[in-house]
Structure formats: C-alpha cells, structure tokens
C-alpha cells in the first residue's frame, strides 16, 4: 500500500476523458496482467461506461447503456462484471448512492476517501494510508475489526461552489 496520499481531484474543464478512460483500460489490462485475471469484453466495456463520468454510475444506468449496444445483456451479466470489476480494485462502490466510481489507483485494491458534492454528484478519491491506519486503530481500540473502510464526505465540490 502506499505511503503517500493518492488524491484523484475533481474534473476539471481541460480534462482530457479520452486520456483519462485510456489510462484505466490500460491500467486494468496491466493488473489483470500481473496478476492472472481475465479481463473480459463485457468487463472492459463495464468499466469503460463507470469511466465516462467522474460522478458515481448506477448498475440499472449500466444496463441500459448494454442494452442500447447488445440487447442481450441482463442484469446479472452487469452484476458479475462489477464484482470482478470491485474485487480486482478498479471500481468503489459509493454505498450511500449505490453506484460506482472508477479506482484511480488500482495497483492495489483499497478503501479509499470519497468526497460527493451534493449537487452535481461529482466524486473526487483521497486514498491516504494514514487516514485508514488511524480509522482501523481507532476501531480496533472499541475491540472491532474493520473487514473494508469506505469514507464518504458529503459537501460542494469547487464548480458547484463557484456557481
């Protein structure tokens, strides 16, 4: 696990998404890589849609968006993908929107900070080490075991501030 903060900012308006949608891919394709995964057509497309925005998707969104390019697709096929997708650490899950949100860092799976504006639904990622030690002592000391750590902050982000 890293050392360093890993801080995935909001986007901006120069943002490059097709760079940005890219480097996951390829980044996905590496980690399966290394670590004997299969990244499938319908897991690569999967993450491709979660990668299209930097605000959280819903799997019934994902679905549709299948279903408009391959009527077959059901809601277990978008299931399965994101739980590989989860397990291998290139998605989060924002549990108290129920969708998910590309990892920044996938090299190794993490919980992770999650700031949420709570007027465009824009989500920024601070994976800090420090803030997830200090979480689990924390807990460990009232005798629970954290098995993952999720932080949720809710909040403007600065487009929606400057509005």
Known sequence: ????????????????????????LDQARAVCRARGLRLTPVRRRV?????????????????EQLQAEQ???????VYRALTFLLDAGFVHRIESLNAYVGCGDPSEPHGGQFLICRSCQAVAEINDPAITRL????????????????????????RCRAA
């Not at 990668?51 to 819903?58: I, L, N």
Request: hydrophobic share 35%; charged share 30%.
């Open 1 to 24: 696990m890293p050392t360093d903060p890993i801080l995935i900012p909001f986007e901006t308006r120069n943002h490059d998404h097709k760079r940005c949608i890219r480097s996951a």
């Open 71 to 77: 009527r077959k697709a059901a809601p277990p096929t």
């Open 47 to 63: 993450l491709e849609l979660i990668w299209r925005r930097h605000a959280p998707v819903k799997a019934y969104d994902i679905l």
């Open 135 to 158: 979480l689990g002592r924390e807990a460990g000391k009232l005798g629970f075991q954290a098995d993952r750590q999720t932080v949720e902050i809710k909040g403007l982000c600065p």
